[in-house]
């Protein structure tokens, strides 16, 4: 394994080091978010806290949460902590209710991004000048800008092919030689279809980063296999200031690595505010240490992982690992008493020999009462009493299991839609 680092220095820095740098960056955003914004003032008085109170990181526990619905209260930009004249950019997420969640950025806080993005793409195995594909739009979601400022801070070559036109897609990747695919992974699953489809050549990317959805062992090693790449899975979020911001795995795929340079992770009980023993399962909450138009201080993230370890990696880096997120507190499903992760269902499928990637979890409610139905495309000869026979060993109930032909299934452009409500 080649060990390459963006920034030697800070992704290998013993763990004092970064905690004394998080030390003295904590109290530094705590002054700043203070100072600046009466939203974040008045939640600090509410305890009667003063910044001088957090000491550190072993105070951290006296600072309030704050959550998505509060992103959503402060629409437009009701917690920033700049200037307007100083935002330079913004990015947007709107999610299933529909009420957006903005993010700010100043000059610096896009260099910040930059900065942790082109960790990522160093860390995936990227070299300067390779060219990067980027399929995700460039618009308000963070996606396709945050693929972009990383690539600059890192000296890649750009190609914004944005979303769609997959035959195309293909070919400019095969003319130009893109080297790093960069997208959602059921965008990854769509070209490998098209590739079978249209009978193309396929690109010669060697690396594959994938956000914004989670994704099983399985699927990853399908779409591995399928485009011949070794498969990241990065992550960031609007709230935390993008994709790559938080971290991704490295080539040792033994957890993602945090940047803890830039951002404090703490993993809570469900529901409280008290943090669990490393290697429990619980929801992440995360400190952003370097953001100025808006940082996060304790945003409950809603998404469930634990700390794997706080080692030193294989890779040299010493920045902690938490385990790929496993779903959102929001996404768990309950059907008929039990309660399962949509990335279970799909791992179960993908472990069936003829089952293809595209596939839909249906919860069905007929008079308050909850089935599920998982309709998969497969090969011939794979059939539903086969899929339900699988999924009741993997998952130890019984959904209903429809096959399709391969193409039957509807496909999105973006993230998936993988699981549907449908309440007769
Ligand atoms: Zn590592």
Redesign the pocket.
Same mark, same amino acid.
Request: net charge positive.
């Given at each position: 394994m080649s060990d390459r680092y963006h920034n030697p220095q800070l992704e290998t820095m013993s763990t004092d080091e970064i905690r004394s740098l998080q030390d003295r960056r904590l109290r530094a955003i705590t002054e700043h978010v203070y100072a600046r914004n009466s939203w974040f003032r008045a939640r600090l008085d509410a305890r009667s806290l003063a910044p001088a109170d957090i000491r550190g990181l072993a105070d951290i526990g006296r600072l309030p949460t704050m959550s998505k619905e509060d992103f959503r209260a402060g629409y437009p930009l009701v917690m920033s902590c700049v200037d307007k004249t100083a935002i330079v950019e913004m990015h947007m997420s709107s999610g299933s209710t529909g009420t957006p969640v903005v993010m700010p950025y100043t000059r610096v806080d896009i260099d910040q991004w930059g900065e942790c993005m082109a960790r990522c793409y160093r860390?995936a195995g990227a070299d300067p000048g390779d060219i990067v594909q980027i399929t995700p739009s460039f618009g308000l979601f963070n996606g396709g800008f945050g693929f972009f400022h990383g690539a600059r801070s890192m000296g890649l070559f750009v190609l914004p092919t944005g979303a769609g036109n997959t035959a195309r897609q293909l070919r400019l990747a095969n003319d130009f030689g893109a080297k790093v695919l960069t997208g959602v992974v059921s965008y990854a699953i769509r070209i490998m279809e098209v590739l079978d489809e249209e009978k193309l050549p396929l690109p010669p990317w060697k690396v594959g980063i994938f956000g914004a959805e989670c994704f099983s062992d399985a699927m990853k090693q399908k779409v591995a296999g399928g485009l011949g790449i070794e498969v990241f899975d990065i992550y960031g979020m609007t709230e935390t200031g993008g994709v790559g911001t938080l971290g991704m795995?490295? %080539?040792?795929h033994?957890?993602l690595?945090v940047w803890e340079d830039h951002y404090v992770v703490e993993v809570l009980a469900r529901g409280a505010d008290q943090p669990v023993a490393d290697g429990q399962m619980g929801e992440l909450v995360v400190t952003s240490l370097t953001r100025e138009a808006l940082p996060v201080i304790r945003f409950r993230t809603g998404d469930l992982t634990r700390v794997l370890s706080r080692q030193r990696?294989?890779?040299?880096?010493t920045h902690v %690992?938490v385990a790929p997120i496993t779903g959102r507190v929001d996404d768990m499903l309950i059907v008929k008493g039990v309660n399962f992760w949509p990335r279970q269902v799909e791992q179960a499928l993908m472990e069936i020999p003829g089952v293809r990637s595209n596939y839909q979890i249906v919860i069905e409610e007929v008079d308050g009462v909850r089935d599920i139905r998982v309709n998969v495309e497969a090969d011939p000869g794979v059939t539903g009493f086969m899929v339900e026979k699988h999924l009741k060993e993997a998952l130890g109930f019984s959904p209903k299991g429809d096959v399709f032909a391969p193409g039957q299934l509807p496909r999105q452009e973006g993230k998936a839609q993988r699981v549907v409500f449908e309440k007769k």
């Open positions: 860390m795995d490295c %080539r040792a033994d957890g690595h990696c294989a890779c040299g880096r %690992r």
